[in-house]
């Protein structure tokens, strides 16, 4: 996506190229702590597309100090698409250097000499392999559901600055009515993509995933 909230991926340009050179535990146990903290920032993509909307909505049912309220809409999506090229970037680098990190899994699991560990050490890294590249994937998808979404809020913010005015509020109103519809299947994207990125950082961590909460027993 060109884009999402500061969602996130920048941890794995930076964990995931950490463990490259390692072969020990807790390279590896640094990295799932990475990827679990960069689902935290992915999830804040939803916080912001929800700020932005209030803004806009506040504009479009509550019209009154337009200048002040378009100000807010204004720096609200100014600061969701700067998380968007910030992301960008970052997932630039996560591809970029993945592969490399998996070519050093590659290597070090030549060195094994017991062919069952061998097999065994191999067929796990095509496990996390398929859970890395099913991230990119789900990243796609992401992107190709907001770009459309960040583009009307652009618009939006364009008309605006143009015509600040009553007549020029009511002229929005329909896109901002769409804008509002569609950020729901952009927010479950966004999603999906934090729970891949937890998934696979639980994966590659040391640690024990935490148990799952009691059942709650019947009132």
Same mark, same amino acid.
């Given at each position: 996506?060109?884009?999402?909230?500061?969602?996130?991926?920048?941890?794995?340009?930076?964990?995931?190229?950490?463990?490259?050179?390692?072969?020990?535990?807790?390279?590896?146990?640094?990295?799932?702590?990475?990827?679990?903290?960069?689902?935290?920032?992915?999830?804040?993509?939803?916080?912001?597309?929800?700020?932005?909307?209030?803004?806009?909505?506040?504009?479009?049912?509550?019209?009154?100090?337009?200048?002040?309220?378009?100000?807010?809409?204004?720096?609200?999506?100014?600061?969701?698409?700067?998380?968007?090229?910030?992301?960008?970037?970052?997932?630039?680098?996560?591809?970029?250097?993945?592969?490399?990190?998996?070519?050093?899994?590659?290597?070090?699991?030549?060195?094994?000499?017991?062919?069952?560990?061998?097999?065994?050490?191999?067929?796990?890294?095509?496990?996390?392999?398929?859970? /890395?590249?099913?991230?990119?994937?789900?990243?796609?998808?992401?992107?190709?559901?907001?770009?459309? /979404?960040?583009?009307?809020?652009?618009?939006?913010?364009?008309?605006?600055?143009?015509?600040?005015?009553?007549?020029?509020?009511?002229?929005?109103?329909?896109?901002?009515?769409?804008?509002?519809?569609?950020?729901?299947?952009?927010?479950?994207?966004?999603?999906?993509?934090?729970?891949?990125?937890?998934?696979?950082?639980?994966?590659?961590?040391?640690?024990?995933?935490?148990?799952?909460?009691?059942?709650?027993?019947?009132?």
């Amino acid at each position: 996506m060109k884009a999402l909230p500061q969602l996130a991926v920048l941890a794995v340009a930076t964990v995931l190229i950490a463990g490259c050179k390692s072969d020990t535990y807790q390279k590896g146990s640094a990295t799932g702590a990475g990827l679990q903290a960069a689902a935290d920032r992915i999830n804040q993509g939803s916080a912001k597309i929800d700020a932005t909307l209030v803004t806009l909505n506040d504009l479009i049912k509550n019209p009154g100090d337009l200048v002040a309220q378009f100000k807010k809409y204004s720096s609200s999506v100014n600061d969701l698409e700067s998380a968007a090229k910030d992301v960008q970037s970052k997932v630039a680098a996560m591809r970029s250097k993945g592969d490399d990190y998996f070519k050093a899994w590659d290597a070090q699991t030549a060195q094994i000499h017991n062919e069952d560990i061998k097999t065994r050490n191999a067929a796990r890294k095509e496990a996390v392999l398929k859970q /890395f590249t099913q991230i990119k994937m789900s990243y796609t998808e992401a992107s190709e559901a907001f770009k459309p /979404f960040m583009s009307d809020l652009k618009d939006i913010q364009t008309a605006l600055a143009t015509d600040l005015t009553p007549g020029g509020v009511s002229a929005i109103k329909g896109v901002a009515d769409k804008a509002n519809k569609d950020a729901e299947p952009v927010k479950a994207s966004i999603a999906k993509l934090a729970g891949q990125f937890k998934d696979l950082g639980v994966a590659m961590s040391a640690a024990a995933p935490p148990p799952p909460p009691p059942a709650q027993a019947p009132k």
